[in-house]
């Protein structure tokens, strides 16, 4: 009786090497496809986080200077320095580690529905504030200090403050101890500025110069609209290389354009705000 070998089939070393090589090239191209689509992911999700940032803080600048100067009908008027409807005070110091931004204030009247009381209405008036303070996030690519800290970064965050007067005491209330839920002390609105510039425009256009404040009144009640120029910068580097890129600012002042030669994306966000009140308010 003859016995029957079963012919067995297998690979060899050499068609296995080729096999695991094949395979990790495949693998490479995969992993390279899924690191460019996932870096280029990233870029488009911070620029619209900063566009986004951006649109949102623009929008309250441009509904609160649009209030300026509003007052209702049957409000009392109050004169004085402190009723001013709008205030810019322009930056000095555009570099080094003083630099400061500029910052307004604005003063306008609101009408609150009382039922039952008496008077039923009531006129209450309120002052916004914005303005810059150094930004207290930790920059971790830097060198620790002598205190073991990372120093913050050289950016700038946008805090706002709105305040409402007191007719008894003739001043502005403290925000944080008068128990008005309409009003608050200094918060946090946005991070991670380079500058933000307001500047005074009249009836013809033109930028006011200088600009008008408390020592200087006489154009104080000539501001139409207002130009705002805020700079955002990513939080992270953005580009591969660093190079320098510009940033330009509506100003008169060389030093306030930026050069800088890094790996950030910066977006420059340009509007104009109607300050539709002012001609009223005097």
């Not at 296995?16 to 870029?43: D, H, K, P, R, W």
């Not at 209450?124 to 060198?143: F, L, M, V």
Request: net charge positive; aromatic share 10%.
């Amino acid at each position: 009786m003859k016995k029957k070998f079963i012919k067995i089939s297998g690979i060899t070393l050499l068609e296995m090497l080729i096999g695991i090589v094949i395979s990790s090239i495949m693998m490479g191209a995969l992993y390279t496809s899924y690191t460019v689509v996932n870096g280029s992911y990233t870029q488009v999700a911070d620029k619209e986080t900063i566009s986004r940032t951006g649109r949102d803080i623009v929008g309250m600048l441009l509904r609160d200077i649009r209030m300026a100067g509003y007052f209702d009908v049957e409000s009392i008027k109050i004169a004085g320095n402190e009723m001013h409807p709008l205030l810019i005070s322009k930056s000095t110091n555009f570099s080094g580690g003083s630099r400061i931004c500029d910052k307004i204030r604005v003063v306008y009247g609101d009408i609150v529905y009382n039922k039952g009381s008496t008077p039923e209405y009531d006129y209450p008036i309120y002052r916004i504030d914005y303005r810059c303070k150094k930004s207290t996030i930790p920059n971790r690519k830097a060198q620790k200090n002598a205190a073991g800290t990372f120093p913050t970064k050289d950016l700038f965050a946008i805090y706002k403050e709105k305040k409402s007067w007191n007719r008894s005491t003739g001043s502005w209330n403290d925000p944080t101890t008068d128990n008005d839920p309409k009003t608050y002390g200094h918060e946090l609105i946005i991070d991670h500025v380079e500058d933000l510039i307001f500047n005074p425009i009249d009836a013809n256009g033109e930028i006011i110069t200088p600009t008008p404040d408390l020592t200087n009144q006489s154009r104080l009640y000539d501001i139409k609209s207002v130009d705002i120029l805020i700079i955002l910068r990513s939080p992270d580097p953005f580009y591969k290389k660093a190079k320098p890129r510009a940033a330009y600012a509506f100003s008169n002042k060389p030093l306030r354009n930026k050069k800088l030669n890094d790996k950030f994306l910066r977006e420059t966000i340009v509007v104009t705000a109607n300050a539709r009140n002012i001609g009223i308010a005097k």
